[in-house]
């Protein structure tokens, strides 16, 4: 286990963006992307940052994809192919970038954030209100792999707008709701979170303390986020979180670069 020390106001700040970031989260996915810069400008080294904010992920995923799952908005067995090959591609990513230098990390974490807010600004959600999941055949299950290995890997390895990232490719390779996208998308996110954070916890890169308190808050965004997401979408939430998130990445580019 790492420890990192923060003085209160900080510690508080950072409860409070974890808030946030689980209510965006919930919606539109993305909370990664203000709770990653959040701790990386609070200090903690990358990979401190990484481990401790999937503690903190998993408690607001978990709490929206139980939402989601609650009414009926995620089939467990329909989507077991994604479960599966999301959880092999987040062990895989969480064990490459455990072997990555603190200097990359550095540089790397704030342009993929800065990619991810451009791709969100430019993504489009599933046009059909239908609730009907796509029709079960070989091409389905590729999908299913392809998708969950890239998106679990990238989270394991990265993580800041993985729930985005599902989000934008559900539209394009299924034929859903939105609804039906988000708690996909929501429930992969917490599969990736949680294999993620066991492989960190074994490497000693998270920091507990921190991460339960954080993802305390998380889970209490998450829990308002996806009540809201089911009643009114998301056409208030992702405006104001793309704002955000280039600010921050803007900032965090700066710092590591110049």
């Not at 701790?39 to 995923?61: C, E, Q, R, V």
């Not at 791709?119 to 209100?129: A, F, H, N, Q, V």
Request: hydrophobic share 55%; with cysteine; proline share 4%.
């Amino acid at each position: 286990m790492m420890e990192f020390a923060l003085d209160p106001t900080t510690w508080a700040l950072l409860c409070l963006v974890a808030m946030v970031a689980g209510f965006i989260d919930a919606i539109a996915g993305g909370g990664g992307m203000l709770t990653v810069p959040a701790l990386l400008t609070a200090g903690l080294p990358p990979h401190l940052t990484l481990g401790t904010n999937k503690l903190a992920a998993s408690f607001g995923s978990i709490t929206a994809s139980f939402a989601y799952y609650r009414q009926q908005l995620f089939d467990p067995k329909f989507w077991a192919q994604s479960i599966l090959a999301t959880a092999i591609g987040a062990l895989l990513g969480t064990l490459l970038v455990d072997q990555l230098s603190i200097d990359f990390l550095n540089k790397l974490i704030p342009v993929v954030i800065i990619m991810v807010a451009c791709y969100s600004l430019l993504g489009k959600l599933s046009p059909t209100d239908e609730h009907s999941l796509p029709i079960v055949s070989a091409a389905l299950r590729a999908k299913q792999w392809v998708q969950g290995l890239l998106l679990g890997f990238y989270d394991g390895l990265a993580g800041p707008g993985t729930g985005t990232f599902w989000t934008a490719s559900n539209s394009l390779i299924y034929k859903m709701s939105l609804l039906l996208n988000c708690g996909l998308a929501r429930s992969m996110n917490f599969v990736s979170n949680f294999i993620s954070l066991i492989t960190f916890v074994a490497l000693g890169h998270v920091n507990f303390v921190l991460g339960i308190s954080m993802g305390f808050f998380l889970m209490v965004g998450s829990w308002f986020g996806a009540q809201s997401a089911i009643k009114f979408g998301n056409k208030l939430i992702k405006p104001l979180f793309n704002t955000v998130v280039i600010i921050l990445a803007a900032k965090l580019i700066y710092e590591a670069y110049w």
